[in-house]
């Protein structure tokens, strides 16, 4: 049987090793020191799915006051094809709803057609792409780490944003 609840600290170090197992794209705040700070300041923003006592899964359901945003999904290879990615989006959503959020967002890489087709699949429970959308970031400041590389894009602006860029003056 394997259980969903809020993240325990003396767990951290499990979850770090899930996201590499996994196949998680690597990112600058994946150290102990950031996700013990996540699950002291935020106790339910971190869910593991737990099996027998191993972390098999995990997503972050992040709350900014405003609106969710859900990072980090992320299911052990021998745990998956069995719905637990489903139940671990379900439960990051009742947690960001019960604090207020009436709109959930969730990054997904562009470039993993693994994680785009489940993204995808999970429109029979109402999510969407939003084609509107491009993401930046800024690394720096004490959260900076530079042996962690941000991939750069992998291809082409698609949509009908592409279409305006490549029209517009100066482009």
Same mark, same amino acid.
């Given at each position: 049987?394997?259980v969903?609840?809020?993240?325990?600290? /003396?767990?951290?170090r499990?979850?770090? @090793?899930?996201?590499?197992?996994?196949?998680?794209?690597?990112?600058?705040?994946?150290?102990?020191?950031?996700?013990?700070?996540?699950?002291?300041?935020?106790? /339910?923003?971190? !869910?593991?799915?737990?099996?027998?006592?191993?972390?098999?899964?995990?997503?972050?359901?992040g709350?900014?006051?405003?609106?969710?945003n859900?990072?980090? !999904?992320?299911?052990?290879?021998e745990?998956?094809?069995?719905? !637990?990615?489903?139940?671990?989006?379900?439960?990051?959503?009742?947690?960001?709803?019960?604090?207020?959020?009436?709109?959930?967002?969730?990054l997904?890489? =562009?470039?993993?057609?693994?994680?785009?087709?489940?993204?995808d699949?999970?429109?029979?429970?109402?999510?969407r792409? /939003?084609? =509107?959308m491009?993401?930046?970031?800024?690394?720096?400041?004490?959260?900076?780490?530079?042996?962690?590389?941000?991939?750069?894009?992998?291809?082409? !602006?698609? *949509?009908?944003? @592409?279409?305006?860029?490549?029209?517009?003056? *100066?482009?």
């Amino acid at each position: 049987m394997i259980v969903i609840r809020p993240c325990r600290l /003396d767990e951290c170090r499990a979850v770090l @090793a899930l996201w590499e197992r996994a196949g998680a794209i690597p990112s600058p705040t994946d150290t102990l020191e950031e996700l013990t700070q996540l699950v002291r300041a935020h106790g /339910d923003g971190l !869910l593991v799915a737990v099996q027998q006592g191993a972390v098999v899964g995990s997503v972050i359901g992040g709350w900014d006051g405003w609106r969710g945003n859900i990072y980090r !999904l992320a299911v052990a290879p021998e745990a998956r094809r069995h719905g !637990l990615a489903r139940r671990l989006v379900h439960e990051a959503e009742q947690v960001l709803k019960t604090k207020g959020a009436r709109r959930i967002s969730a990054l997904v890489d =562009r470039y993993e057609a693994h994680a785009v087709g489940f993204w995808d699949a999970l429109a029979d429970r109402g999510w969407r792409r /939003d084609e =509107r959308m491009l993401r930046y970031i800024k690394l720096g400041g004490p959260f900076e780490a530079p042996h962690v590389p941000i991939p750069k894009a992998r291809g082409p !602006l698609r *949509g009908p944003r @592409a279409a305006a860029s490549r029209s517009a003056p *100066g482009a």
